[in-house]
């Protein structure tokens, strides 16, 4: 009987600690839940409107003019525009050229014409001379393929508006026809660009913005 007692009370005093070893072993995960936070979705960025440019006039050059007459060479610029105005009733496309000769310095070339070849250039200069319209000391020299562009223009009216604004300042200029509404306003007719440099910083100190390119 005694034995009994004493196991029951065994019993009772371990419960209590088994049932607290069972607990201390217990994982218990504690979620904490934040607030939520929805995804926010970038807009697409919008492309800004392209800027608008405007296209200037280019030609689509098929006919070339690498010759033209030179009537005669003067050191005076002076002298040169007197002597293009005397002749500008009897010719026309009369321009001045003015050209870095090298050693023999700068010229302001009297010239006549735009030919595509020499042939060309040979039968107007000959046919000139017959009719003692140039003196006969005129002449076709070698190619001189480049001139300073100073615009293109759609009508013929605008072209010779700013050509002859551009004699105010002592310049000669001329316009090509390229295409039916295209107009190119020239200045010279030069072998390379280092020969038309003085005439480009002559443009250059004025205002303009000119070019070289194939004539």
Same mark, same amino acid.
């Given at each position: 009987?005694?034995?009994? @007692?004493?196991?029951?009370?065994?019993?009772?005093?371990?419960?209590?600690?088994?049932? !607290?070893? =069972?607990?201390?072993?217990?994982?218990?995960?504690?979620?904490?839940?934040?607030?939520?936070?929805?995804? @926010?979705?970038?807009?697409?960025?919008?492309?800004?409107?392209?800027? *608008?440019?405007?296209?200037?006039?280019?030609?689509? *050059?098929?006919?070339?003019?690498?010759?033209?007459?030179?009537?005669?060479?003067?050191?005076?610029? &002076?002298?040169?525009?007197?002597?293009?105005?005397?002749?500008?009733?009897?010719? =026309?496309?009369?321009?001045?050229?003015?050209?870095?000769? !090298? #050693?023999?310095?700068?010229?302001?070339?009297?010239?006549?014409?735009?030919?595509?070849?020499?042939? =060309?250039?040979?039968?107007?200069?000959?046919?000139?001379? #017959? *009719? &003692?319209?140039?003196?006969?000391?005129?002449?076709? !020299?070698?190619?001189? %393929?480049?001139?300073?562009?100073?615009?293109?223009?759609?009508?013929?009216?605008?072209?010779?508006?700013?050509?002859?604004?551009?004699?105010?300042? !002592?310049?000669?200029?001329? @316009?090509?026809?390229?295409?039916?509404?295209?107009?190119?306003?020239?200045?010279? %007719?030069?072998?390379?660009?280092?020969?038309?440099?003085?005439?480009?910083?002559?443009?250059?100190?004025?205002?303009? =913005?000119?070019?070289?390119? &194939?004539?």
């Amino acid at each position: 009987m005694k034995r009994c @007692v004493l196991i029951c009370v065994l019993f009772l005093t371990a419960a209590p600690l088994w049932a !607290g070893y =069972d607990l201390s072993n217990t994982v218990t995960r504690e979620i904490h839940r934040g607030p939520v936070i929805e995804e @926010v979705r970038d807009e697409p960025l919008k492309e800004p409107a392209p800027e *608008k440019t405007v296209t200037a006039v280019s030609p689509a *050059k098929t006919v070339y003019y690498p010759y033209t007459i030179h009537l005669s060479s003067w050191q005076d610029p &002076k002298e040169a525009y007197r002597q293009i105005e005397k002749m500008q009733a009897r010719l =026309d496309t009369l321009f001045i050229t003015k050209v870095d000769l !090298g #050693a023999s310095g700068v010229w302001h070339r009297i010239d006549h014409g735009l030919f595509p070849t020499i042939k =060309d250039a040979v039968a107007r200069l000959r046919e000139l001379k #017959a *009719k &003692k319209v140039i003196d006969k000391g005129a002449f076709v !020299g070698g190619q001189v %393929a480049y001139a300073i562009e100073l615009g293109t223009y759609e009508s013929v009216q605008e072209a010779n508006d700013d050509a002859r604004e551009l004699k105010t300042q !002592g310049m000669v200029p001329y @316009v090509v026809r390229e295409q039916d509404a295209v107009f190119r306003l020239l200045l010279g %007719a030069y072998p390379d660009e280092k020969s038309a440099a003085p005439a480009m910083e002559d443009l250059k100190a004025l205002g303009f =913005d000119p070019t070289f390119k &194939k004539r």
